[in-house]
């Protein structure tokens, strides 16, 4: 799975450098991921009698996947933030008109909030992931590329390994023991500080590509972006220990499922996002 993972991400950066065309191989990457990931969102939803229509959540996580991609074109840009709220009204609408559709108007609200979150938990976080990729300024600023993709994954899950390590080795005191039991306050801090010192390397590895990074800045990067991606790790948790569930599937075998390896990634995005439009 890492290893294609790697090829595509490779694609993605060859396609741009020969055709000049940005976020190709990770838009793909999303497609792929997206409706599996759904499925999974599902069933999570469905433990708690919310019952998401999956293919308008994968039809509207796709097509914000897509818009995300569009943005890079200057012909889109003035017409990107009307269509990104078409796209999300409309979702809603067709979850309306299904539920119509079937003569019943029992559960109608449930199943429209319940498509439209499954589409923006999936499809508005992977949007962030891609428009970092394709985003260009047209000054000095921050420049989209596959290097800043691969340091937000790579920040992600040094925090996860740093984390488990200094648990084990220090971990005394609890973080949240009712939701995750097995994270610690000392874990947590040196998953910070590990993700703080990934920061700097990949600043060192690919300096053009983050060279509106320097090292206090690509170590702030790396401590928000592994918080906000354990964050992400409580945020599924909470959502598992109310469906009453261990993994969120079964797709990835040691792992769980889909969502117990993307949820992070995913919602650290936005947060890049942010500090790389400050920075």
Not at 7 to 22: I, M, P, W
Not at 187 to 204: D, E, F, K, P, S
């Amino acid at each position: 799975m890492l290893g294609a993972l790697l090829a595509l991400l490779y694609f993605d950066y060859s396609v741009e450098k020969y055709f000049h065309l940005a976020g190709v191989g990770l838009l793909l990457l999303m497609l792929f991921l997206l409706p599996l990931a759904t499925r999974e969102v599902g069933q999570l939803f469905v433990a708690e009698r919310v019952q998401p229509y999956r293919i308008l959540a994968v039809m509207g996580s796709g097509l914000l996947a897509i818009h995300a991609f569009l943005t890079q074109f200057p012909r889109f840009r003035p017409i990107a933030a009307s269509t990104l709220a078409f796209i999300i009204v409309v979702t809603m609408i067709l979850a309306a008109i299904r539920r119509a559709s079937a003569r019943e108007s029992e559960q109608a609200i449930t199943r429209m909030a319940g498509t439209v979150l499954a589409m923006l938990y999936l499809g508005g976080l992977a949007w962030f992931l891609i428009a970092i990729r394709v985003k260009h300024s047209e000054h000095h600023g921050f420049q989209g590329s596959t290097q800043a993709v691969v340091m937000i994954l790579l920040v992600v899950k040094f925090t996860d390994i740093g984390a488990y390590f200094g648990g084990r080795s220090f971990g005394k005191h609890k973080l949240i023991p009712w939701l995750s039991p097995g994270k610690t306050w000392e874990g947590l801090i040196c998953g910070l500080a590990t993700a703080g010192l990934v920061g700097v390397l990949c600043v060192l590895i690919w300096p053009r590509a983050l060279s509106t990074l320097n090292w206090p800045k690509a170590f702030l990067f790396g401590v928000v972006i592994g918080g906000v991606g354990q964050a992400g790790d409580l945020l599924e948790s909470l959502m598992k220990r109310d469906a009453q569930v261990k993994d969120s599937g079964s797709l990835i075998p040691g792992f769980g499922g889909l969502l117990d390896v993307i949820d992070s990634p995913l919602l650290a995005a936005p947060a890049a996002y942010l500090l790389f439009s400050l920075f």
